[in-house]
């Protein structure tokens, strides 16, 4: 009878551990694509020009490239309670097909362990390529909704500027009618050591890292702060964020330590009247670049000195402007639309003022995709950045901004024209031509300060770029729901490469660039 008792009260309490268990729902979503690319020149240059020349240093990527890249994307929301929940993500395979890059000597999905017992190297990675990227807890309050965790990041208003960036934070939401509040920090980035920051503590070399003086690099991380609003009206919706970033990663740097403090302002507007659909959005950026607390007089390569003399480190901030509008008219079954662009580059004719060119140390504006190539966060992930005849090292880099002067996911320094009509002659079928004009606001220069003259950096006389015209771009894409998830798109892209990745080189040959495209889409 007493084991009766003690089996019946322990299934009792399996019961009681289970109940609250089964009560959670689980929510997936998801999705899957696979995409087959050609691109015939990714290097935009002659693709006969002998091996060896000038421009053969700076790109040699002068053959066609054929292959096929997929992802595998899974969300999944914990409901435990009314008001809470816990969201996780994780993005599986996302590779090219056959991709063996580190997989060694062995098979690239071969069950294996690391090192010693198993057939693989020591070096060898035990995952095959799946990463965990989001999970945070969504929940409400009397007063609002907290988001806390890794979560989503640098998404507001319209698609410009936006970068899907996963990053740690907390996020604050307050609802009223039609108004939203929004607030929230994130960590963008800890460069935290018990030995000191990024590039070394204080009385440390510059580019060896800490000394071992405990807490010295406390401070060196980057944060995030938002503070924004939106209005729901009856044709759309209006906004304004105020954002605040701080980056002392390199404030514990050996003598010349300095700290990045960057405001922006972005108003941004959605509206709908009947068949027009119209939205823009501003962007102005102020603060400093460099703020230099620690300068003893010693420099590095990192950074820019005052002068000629080489003595110390020099002040930097930053006034930047974007702009951005789009209007559709749908005509039913057709559509047409136009986007325009604007986004300063830096002038380089101040030493201690940058006037642009600084999306690419913001981490923004690479989930825009205006293009099928030129600023094509899919297309610079799987070909590569578009440098050109654009060298590698300082002449190919701002050197104030950090910005590579190659074309990368993130537009910046531009003036961009688009134009695109298209038909959707059935519910299922969707088929766009777009034609896009870029030119740069301002040219590259080699070195800060006026062409011809001496640069502020070291002396070096200041070069410019030959040319502001990235190209022209014609786009065409088709698209047709097999399933009302599943979806197959074809497209086509032609770049009519302009002078600008002739980069210095008035005798360098730029060529055209095509792409073909085809892909698969799974959203569940």
């Not at 006037?355 to 140390?361: A, D, E, K, Y």
């Not at 030959?466 to 599943?486: F, H, M, P």
């Amino acid at each position: 009878m007493r084991k009766l008792w003690l089996l019946l009260l322990s299934i009792g309490l399996i019961m009681a551990f289970a109940v609250p268990a089964a009560a959670v729902d689980v929510k997936f979503s998801g999705s899957y694509y696979a995409q087959g690319w050609y691109v015939d020149n990714p290097s935009v240059l002659d693709k006969s020009e002998t091996p060896g020349a000038a421009s053969w240093s700076n790109n040699s990527k002068r053959s066609a490239y054929a292959f096929y890249s997929q992802r595998f994307r899974l969300t999944t929301e914990f409901q435990v309670v009314e008001g809470l929940k816990l969201v996780t993500r994780f993005d599986a395979l996302e590779k090219a097909w056959g991709d063996q890059s580190w997989a060694g000597a062995v098979g690239e999905t071969q069950s294996r362990v690391n090192g010693q017992n198993g057939t693989a190297a020591a070096t060898t990675k035990i995952q095959e390529n799946l990463e965990f990227e989001r999970a945070y807890l969504d929940f409400n309050v009397p007063f609002g909704k907290f988001q806390v965790g890794y979560m989503e990041y640098l998404v507001w208003g319209t698609p410009f500027l936006d970068t899907t960036l996963t990053a740690g934070g907390i996020r604050y939401y307050y609802n009223q009618g039609p108004l939203q509040v929004v607030a929230a920090v994130e960590k963008r980035a800890e460069y935290l050591g018990l030995a000191g920051g990024k590039l070394g503590a204080t009385g440390t070399n510059a580019t060896t890292g800490g000394s071992g003086y405990i807490g010295q690099g406390s401070d060196a991380d980057r944060d995030v702060y938002d503070l924004g609003a939106i209005y729901k009206i009856g044709a759309g919706e209006a906004g304004l964020l105020y954002q605040y970033i701080r980056n002392s990663q390199f404030k514990t740097q050996y003598t010349n330590g300095y700290l990045s403090q960057l405001s922006g302002f972005y108003p941004y507007a959605k509206l709908t009247f009947g068949k027009l659909f119209l939205e823009g959005e501003f962007m102005y950026g102020f603060g400093d670049l460099r703020s230099y607390e620690n300068n003893a007089g010693v420099t590095n390569a990192n950074q820019p000195t005052a002068g000629t003399s080489l003595n110390k480190a020099q002040n930097v901030s930053v006034t930047a402007l974007g702009a951005y509008a789009h209007a559709k008219y749908d005509l039913k079954p057709a559509y047409v639309g136009a986007k325009f662009v604007y986004l300063s580059g830096d002038d380089q004719s101040n030493s201690d003022k940058a006037t642009g060119s600084i999306l690419q140390s913001l981490q923004m504006n690479r989930s825009f995709f205006p293009t099928l190539i030129l600023w094509n966060d899919d297309y610079q992930n799987s070909v590569g950045n578009i440098p050109g005849n654009v060298p590698a090292g300082a002449t190919g880099t701002n050197r104030r901004t950090g910005q590579s002067y190659a074309v990368r996911q993130e537009m910046d320094n531009v003036w961009f024209y688009n134009v695109y009509v298209g038909v959707k002659p059935t519910p299922k079928i969707d088929v766009t031509a777009s034609l896009s004009i870029a030119n740069a606001d301002k040219k590259p220069k080699s070195d800060v300060g006026t062409v011809g003259s001496p640069g502020y950096y070291g002396g070096a006389n200041v070069t410019e770029f030959v040319s502001g015209q990235y190209g022209t771009e014609l786009d065409l894409t088709a698209s047709y729901k097999i399933y009302d998830n599943l979806t197959y798109m074809i497209g086509a892209g032609y770049l009519w490469t302009g002078d600008y990745f002739k980069a210095y080189d008035n005798s360098a040959v730029v060529s055209n660039n095509y792409l073909l495209t085809h892909k698969l889409t799974l959203n569940f």
